[in-house]
């Protein structure tokens, strides 16, 4: 690998104009791509093989109005104050009506229209149900939702499913079956229809004492099929009746909301990056080709990933994922491998041609292997079987490898054109002192305090991140929603106040699917009829609506409203009764049924993870160890590097659940309120952390493996390899967590988190247990560290990262090339 990596460097270092033209013509096929198909992506979280995806699939297939995306807009009054007031009802049913004449929204009135054309069609056959279709939908259409008999409950659910299920497919639907059960929730509810000249709004409700008013509304296709200018055009739209005197303010939904972008703060770790490696490298040359190659790779991979969005579906984090790692990684490898091209040419006083190529053939191999690391963390995701997360991984992954590349072709072609100026005079002529120095500097008096103190410092190491660890027994995990959103944002406030006027269960509704357990049985009103009165006695149900029952007769749609908010354990625990076939609700009415709405599918995803998350640590963890017996060609390294990360990721996880969860320090992280971790977030930080981590050991003991096979024994070895390594580690790290730290301040929730857990992760793991536990316990086992048994000894290739042999063959071809 080293004498591969020697004369691919020797060669871009000399042919420098071959590999960036190679890179150039790259980014422009990219460009290109990106120009041609744009750049697509969703909020989609799609998760394959839970019960209730195979529900919205299955009515996307067979009642496709019904698995259509929501959202609602609140409209708010001022203190005292009353909505339906003559002036501000005929504002908002303008804004409504505005909104329903928009393409790709359900208009009840139409759909009303529609069966009292078909009722008219069917009048001769059967004047009965003709009559008793056309009833349905008109009440549908008027109450905004359901074929109930009464408005003011048909008014109440947040999905408009029932308009096309009641008005358009149903040819069975008979109110009157689930009229009294509908009647008696109406009387109960502190919240009515808003009327305009004494009819019902269609959509809209109105809190007990008039303040608020929630207008809610369905797409006919699922949010991340809609066009972008569709939720800016519903906003502008309602937004309308905030008029000068008007008084009311209009609040969309979280649904409607933007996508997660990327601000100025993420700047900032980019800038915090390059003052550092300018203080490591001790020039602006030097420090820029780090930057450069890093920011080539996040251009090309992000791009990539934009330019085939069109084929491949990439929700709205994966970008921004490829951003993060991508930045990082490719300033520490580049960092790495300029950092030893510079040593060897102050150290050593070779030619900048000679240590480039040496540089690659050593650090190179570190790199590789170290990226190497970090992909088989990202890819092993994909054992998940969750689509966004496996397309996820794979994005990131790419940016790694395409990181890597650049840091073995492009950069020792940069190098190829600054020339000997990598290193300033200034910095030839002061190198002899800093050596000097060096060796009575902080990081050698570091390493031999964690050589001789070694026990003290694991005891310590371990305990303390123990104790960090322990908020990880209450981590709760889910999507974070408007209730973890700042105070000041049209989410959080949205929720607040649908809380406010209607129950926080309006926040996260539920949509039943029923259906014969015979196939051949259909469910008639009656049945659908008890089974809603059933369902409303449940102690967590806040209403039920039934929305109708399709043409055949065996689909019944109910809407359902929680008492508990979208990410309540108490909402968990009402879906897992709802499913559960001995709950009597189901089996006492001869049905079965499905859950499925934004917050059942959450529900799902954090249970799916959960359950995947030993099995991908497994396979992570087998195949690193694999790659770390290969490098280090030791047992206990591997073993011990492990037990390390384990410890650091635990940690994590307990300071961010702390942090994000119960809400500790909430005001110097700049969010408002707790709430659960994001379901994906620990599996997607533990692949990067882990992989990242083994670029840290990779880095550190690469160094002190080589001062071993060149000959240092003991502790020596350990305190050198140590003094070698630890500067360069030691700015990765900060460059590392800077970047990371940047997303900390996103306005996203989700991507706060993901920078929080990546910004400590790293912290914990490259300065408490790669620079500080890791000598300590090399320490301890001494030369024994790298035993390795004789009959594996001889099965295992050698690498030879360390560049052993390629020194030895330098030396056979005429001694040390200058």
Not at 763 to 786: E, N, S, Y
Request: charged share 15%; aromatic share 6%.
């Amino acid at each position: 690998m080293s004498t591969f990596l020697y004369r691919l460097g020797k060669s871009a270092y000399s042919k420098p104009w071959y590999f960036l033209t190679a890179w150039i013509l790259i980014l422009g096929v990219v460009g290109a791509l990106l120009g041609v198909n744009g750049i697509q992506s969703s909020s989609e979280m799609k998760i394959e093989g839970t019960e209730s995806q195979k529900v919205l699939d299955m009515l996307a297939e067979e009642l496709p109005a019904a698995a259509g995306g929501q959202a609602s807009v609140a409209f708010t009054a001022p203190a005292g104050e009353r909505l339906d007031t003559p002036e501000r009802t005929a504002l908002i049913l303008k804004a409504i009506n505005d909104v329903y004449n928009m393409e790709y929204i359900i208009n009840p009135a139409e759909l009303a229209a529609q069966a009292a054309a078909a009722a008219g069609q069917a009048t001769g056959a059967n004047p009965s149900a003709a009559t008793g279709q056309t009833d349905a939908a008109g009440q549908a259409a008027a109450g905004g939702q359901s074929a109930t008999a009464d408005p003011s409950a048909a008014t109440g659910q947040t999905d408009a499913a029932g308009q096309a299920v009641a008005s358009g497919q149903s040819a069975t639907a008979d109110p009157s079956a689930a009229t009294g059960q509908a009647a008696a929730t109406a009387q109960a509810a502190p919240y009515g229809p808003l009327l305009a000249d004494g009819v019902p709004v269609p959509g809209v409700m109105l809190s007990a004492d008039g303040s608020i008013a929630l207008f809610q509304f369905q797409f006919t296709v699922q949010q991340t099929s809609l066009p972008s200018s569709v939720p800016d055009n519903i906003i502008n739209t309602v937004t309308e009746v905030e008029q000068a005197g008007s008084g009311i303010t209009a609040i969309p939904s979280d649904s409607l909301k933007s996508i997660p972008s990327i601000g100025s703060t993420e700047a900032v770790g980019v800038v915090v990056a390059a003052i550092v490696l300018f203080i490591t490298l001790g020039s602006v040359v030097a420090a820029g080709l780090p930057l450069i190659t890093a920011l080539l790779g996040v251009g090309i991979s992000v791009g990539g990933a934009f330019a085939l969005s069109s084929i491949i579906q990439m929700n709205d984090i994966t970008p921004i994922l490829a951003v993060m790692i991508g930045l990082a990684v490719g300033i520490d490898y580049s960092l790495f491998i300029v950092n030893r091209q510079r040593r060897l040419i102050l150290d050593e006083k070779l030619s900048a041609g000679e240590a480039a190529s040496r540089a690659l053939g050593t650090a190179g191999s570190a790199v590789f292997f170290a990226g190497l690391t970090v992909i088989i963390a990202l890819c092993g995701m994909l054992v998940i079987g969750i689509g966004f997360l496996s397309t996820m991984a794979l994005v990131a992954a790419v940016s790694v490898l395409i990181n890597v590349l650049l840091a073995l072709t492009l950069l020792p072609a940069l190098l190829g054109l600054v020339g000997e100026r990598i290193c300033t005079a200034k910095a030839r002529s002061k190198n002899v002192a800093s050596v000097n120095k060096a060796r009575h500097g902080f990081s050698h008096r570091w390493a031999n305090a964690t050589v001789k103190y070694r026990w003290i410092i694991i005891i310590l190491v371990v305990l303390g991140l123990g104790t960090a660890a322990i908020p990880v027994t209450k981590m709760e995990l889910g999507i974070p929603s408007g209730a973890s959103a700042n105070l000041d944002t049209p989410a959080r406030q949205s929720y607040d106040i649908i809380s406010k006027g209607f129950g926080e269960g309006f926040n996260g509704p539920l949509l039943l699917v029923a259906q014969p357990n015979n196939p051949a049985d259909k469910i008639s009103m009656q049945t659908l009829g008890k089974l809603v009165q059933e369902l409303q006695m449940h102690d967590n149900v806040t209403l039920v609506s039934p929305m109708g029952v399709n043409a055949t007769g065996d689909i019944a749609i109910i809407s359902l409203i929680p008492k508990t908010g979208p990410t309540d354990t108490a909402t968990r625990d009402l879906v897992q009764d709802l499913r559960d076939p001995a709950s009597g609700l189901a089996s006492g009415n001869d049905v079965k049924l499905g859950v499925t709405g934004f917050t059942a599918i959450n529900i799902d995803m954090s249970s799916k993870l959960s359950d995947a998350f030993p099995i991908y640590i497994g396979i992570i963890v087998i195949l690193s160890l694999i790659i770390l017996l290969l490098v280090f060609r030791s047992v206990i390294v591997p073993i011990k590097a492990t037990v390390g990360f384990i410890l650091s990721v635990l940690a994590t996880f307990g300071l961010t659940t702390a942090v994000y969860q119960w809400g500790w320090l909430h005001s110097l992280f700049g969010f408002d309120t707790g709430g659960p971790l994001l379901s994906f977030m620990p599996i997607l930080v533990t692949g990067i952390l882990y992989g990242l981590a083994m670029d840290y050991q990779v880095f550190l003991v690469s160094s002190m493996r080589e001062a071993y096979v060149h000959g240092r024994r003991g502790n020596d070895s350990v305190v050198h390899g140590y003094d070698l390594a630890s500067r360069v580690v030691l700015a990765a790290g900060i460059i590392m967590v800077s970047v990371f730290a940047g997303f900390i301040f996103a306005p996203d929730a989700m991507i706060k988190q993901i920078g929080f857990a990546l910004a400590f992760g790293i912290l914990i793991d490259a300065f408490i247990i790669r620079m500080t536990l890791v000598p300590a316990v090399m320490a301890i086992f001494g030369d024994k560290a790298w035993w390795l048994p004789k009959w594996l000894d001889r099965l295992l290739p050698n690498l030879d990262v360390e560049g052993d042999k390629l020194i030895a063959k330098l030396h056979a071809e005429g001694g040390e090339k200058k």
